[in-house]
Nanobody
Framework: QVQLVESGGGLVQAGGSLKLSCVAS??????????MSWYRQAPGKQRELVAT???????NYADAVRGRFIVSRVYANHTMYLQMNNLKPEDTGVYYC?????????????????WGQGTQVTVSS
């Protein structure tokens, strides 16, 4: 099954930048991912969608991050990035990588809703 691993989180001052990475792997399998997305969750709050990158190269952003964050994918490497600029304390949370549908060459059906373990982003004021 596909494994998603996030990295790049850390502590940054307000106004600073961070770049997150998500690498998808499935040893022994040939696979493709439909849509990859970044979610985040602050303590006591519901997980929320941050940005989305589709297989047909479309991107979408939550209103709270639009204009500050840039999501991108390197499709051949199954990698997604999130460049976060002008960070605010409200951006603090655990950032998760999601793959909505993962298609394996050995199966006629995709695997739905795969998640990484998350990476912590803390923005100080």
């Amino acid at each position: 099954q596909v494994q998603l691993v996030e990295s790049g989180g850390g502590l940054v001052q307000a106004g600073g930048s961070l770049k997150l990475s998500c690498v998808a792997s499935a040893p022994g399998n040939i696979f493709t991912i439909n849509t990859m997305s970044w979610y985040r969750q602050a303590p006591g709050k519901q997980r929320e969608l941050v940005a989305t990158a589709t297989i047909d190269r479309r991107t979408n952003y939550a209103d709270a991050v639009r204009g500050r964050f840039i999501v991108s994918r390197v499709y051949a490497n199954h990698t997604m990035y999130l460049q976060m600029n002008n960070l605010k304390p409200e951006d603090t949370g655990v950032y998760y990588c999601n793959a909505d549908k993962t298609y394996y060459s050995a199966s006629n059906y995709p695997v739905y809703d795969s998640w990484g373990q998350g990476t912590q982003v803390t923005v100080s004021s």
